[in-house]
């Protein structure tokens, strides 16, 4: 079976590894199943979750970590006609990325440094790109805000690592990048393409880089805004896992068709419930 697995929430809890989940991960990886991560979140490389994976003992390939950024870089290296150049509000994973898929990167921070010197010549301060791509940007400016508009006004394709309004924090909740997402689409007055989930791309992007096809895939999320509605909009079945921000109750809320295929309490749960998917094809 191809595997999708969220990260957060499933196989760790900020720092916190969630029991289990990497060694089941490792036996069905080890029976053949392949295993491929999907997170939305747009702040890291591939090569940070590696490390971060394996210190927690889960099966790990830098091409099977498909972040919203990796997505991201993969849509736009494979549009027509092609993207070259890019404007990124967004952190250094999301860089990272687009560089590493041959994109050329024009910083939102060094155009906004521009505007700011040039008397608010946004069109002057980016130059011409092909694309706007906006991830979580801890740094956000009115700046930034006003260099990403005029280039989506002017043409550049619009270009969302996910929507996520929010996400939590050890703190409580902080603004997520559909936040700065927004803020770009009504200074532009355009609406941008989502790689994340809810969407069906990031899941697609990920079946695709393992040569499957997502319908045939099984998603394992903790999102039931999210990871199953994704699922759902790809055609995939969906294990929800209760060990991160959805529950139960919110499931018996939904209609039939919007539940996932299977709900796991904890990692012995989840080895049994892909055991009756595999089963039952
Ligand atoms: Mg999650």
Redesign the pocket.
């Known amino acids: 079976m191809l595997l999708l697995v969220?990260?957060?929430?499933?196989v760790y809890r900020g720092a916190q590894p969630v029991p289990g989940v990497a060694a089941l991960l490792v036996a069905r990886a080890e029976a053949g199943d392949e295993v491929v991560y999907v997170?939305?979140n747009s702040m890291w490389d591939r090569a940070d979750y590696v490390t971060r994976l394996s210190g927690m003992g889960a099966p790990v390939d830098p091409d099977r970590i498909i972040s919203s950024a990796r997505a991201t870089a993969l849509y736009l290296r494979d549009l027509q006609p092609p993207v070259r150049r890019v404007l990124v509000v967004g952190g250094a994973g999301l860089v990272n990325e687009l560089v590493d898929a041959g994109i050329e990167v024009v910083l939102s921070g060094d155009a906004a440094e521009r505007w700011s010197a040039n008397g608010r010549d946004a069109a002057a301060a980016v130059g011409h790109v092909d694309a706007v791509v906006v991830g979580l940007d801890l740094e956000f400016t009115y700046a930034r805000l006003a260099c990403a508009a005029e280039a989506v006004r002017a043409g550049a394709r619009f270009v969302a690592t996910n929507r996520d309004p929010i996400y939590p924090h050890e703190k409580g909740l902080m603004p997520g990048a559909g936040s700065i997402v927004a803020a770009i689409e009504a200074a532009s007055g355009v609406t941008p393409v989502s790689i994340g989930k809810p969407g069906p791309l990031l899941l697609e992007i990920a079946a695709h880089a393992v040569g499957k096809e997502a319908s045939d895939a099984v998603m394992i999320?903790?999102?039931l805004v999210?990871?199953v509605p994704a699922a759902v909009a790809v055609g995939a079945r969906s294990v929800l896992?209760l060990t991160?921000?959805s529950t139960r109750k919110q499931v018996e809320a939904l209609a039939a068709s919007d539940r996932p295929t299977e709900i796991a309490a904890d990692a012995a749960e989840l080895a049994v419930a892909l055991d009756r998917l595999a089963g039952g094809g």
Do not use: C, Y
């Not at 969220?6 to 499933?10: F, M, R, T």
């Open positions: 969220d990260l957060d929430g499933v997170t939305n999320g903790d999102s999210t990871d896992m991160g921000i």
